[in-house]
């Protein structure tokens, strides 16, 4: 029931707001100006407070932090740019970083949803590059582009809740990071000597690597145990035992020697011839 009622709030939200800003497009509105910009503004404005209020309420309910802090940079930017007082690169930073402000709210609030960490890092370098256009290079801000985005894939991975889990965002991370500085020494650093020393960084990755994989192989010096031998086992086992004491011999005596008369001797030849 609550999902129906923040989609039918939603879809209410969206057809209004597309037909107010197409009629402000198509100049409908022009002879109101800027009074209903400034209520345009205040209406953004409270609705992002709005939103805010419910998610104080109810706080296992994240999602309404994005559209409050989004609806209440809607309307600091609308009011901003009717006064005329803000530049275009300024009022668009301000949208953006209110946008990542919103998902660093929402990381703050719970740590287990980490993934917010991107789309809120992002959105800031986004903004941070686009304050600083009118102030830099276009080569700085590549590189500020890069190397900021690649920073924000190693505060996921230390950020994280586990490393297993996040071990992917070094990749993307090394790998924009990379870019940027060779971005940086192509273009806007070649004029600069420490620039050119950029290569030994991944010489001193490369080291720390060998040393590293060098120092598991060194061999392990280990006393071999000695294991007794089965036939020893056995041997010191038939020494050990005590010897059985001899059977006793039982003579055998035959039934028939028994019932045969006693021999006699045969007589002498003294006895023959007396």
């Given at each position: 029931?609550?999902?129906?009622?923040?989609?039918?709030?939603?879809?209410?939200?969206?057809?209004?707001?597309?037909?107010?800003?197409?009629?402000?497009?198509?100049?409908?509105?022009?002879?109101?100006?800027?009074?209903?910009?400034?209520?345009?503004?205040?209406?953004?404005?409270?609705?992002?407070?709005?939103?805010?209020?419910?998610?104080?309420?109810?706080?296992?309910?994240?999602?309404?932090?994005?559209?409050?802090?989004?609806?209440?940079?809607?309307?600091?930017?609308?009011?901003?740019g009717t006064r005329g007082g803000a530049r275009g690169e300024t009022l668009t930073s301000l949208l953006l970083f209110g946008i990542a402000a919103a998902f660093a709210i929402v990381y703050l609030a719970d740590p287990k949803d980490w993934w917010v960490i991107i789309p809120s890092g992002i959105l800031l370098i986004v903004g941070l590059t686009v304050l600083l256009s009118p102030r830099l290079s276009a080569d700085v801000l590549n590189t500020l582009l890069f190397t900021?985005?690649?920073?924000?894939?190693?505060?996921?991975?230390?950020?994280?809740?586990?490393?297993?889990?996040?071990?992917?965002?070094?990749?993307?991370?090394?790998?924009?990071?990379?870019?940027?500085?060779?971005?940086?020494?192509?273009?806007?650093?070649?004029?600069?000597?420490?620039?050119?020393?950029?290569?030994?960084?991944?010489?001193?990755?490369?080291?720390?690597?060998?040393?590293?994989?060098?120092?598991?192989?060194r061999p392990t010096t280990t006393l071999p145990i000695a294991t007794p031998d089965k036939s020893t086992e056995e041997a010191a086992g038939q020494s050990t035992k005590p010897a059985a004491p001899p059977e006793p011999e039982v003579a055998v005596i035959d039934e028939e020697s028994l019932n045969e008369p006693p021999a006699t001797e045969p007589p002498s030849e003294e006895e023959k011839t007396s």
């Open positions: 029931m609550r999902q129906r009622v923040a989609s039918f709030i939603w879809g209410i939200l969206l057809l209004l707001g597309g037909i107010l800003i197409l009629l402000f497009n198509f100049g409908v509105f022009d002879a109101l100006r800027p009074g209903l910009e400034y209520i345009t503004a205040g209406i953004a404005a409270l609705s992002g407070i709005g939103f805010l209020a419910y998610y104080a309420y109810d706080r296992s309910q994240w999602w309404p932090v994005l559209p409050g802090f989004t609806l209440i940079s809607v309307g600091a930017v609308i009011y901003l900021g985005i690649g920073l924000v894939f190693f505060l996921v991975y230390l950020l994280g809740p586990t490393k297993r889990e996040v071990w992917w965002a070094l990749i993307p991370g090394t790998a924009l990071i990379v870019s940027g500085l060779f971005i940086y020494v192509l273009t806007a650093g070649q004029e600069q000597f420490i620039a050119k020393l950029w290569p030994l960084v991944p010489i001193l990755l490369g080291l720390l690597l060998l040393v590293r994989e060098i120092a598991h192989m």
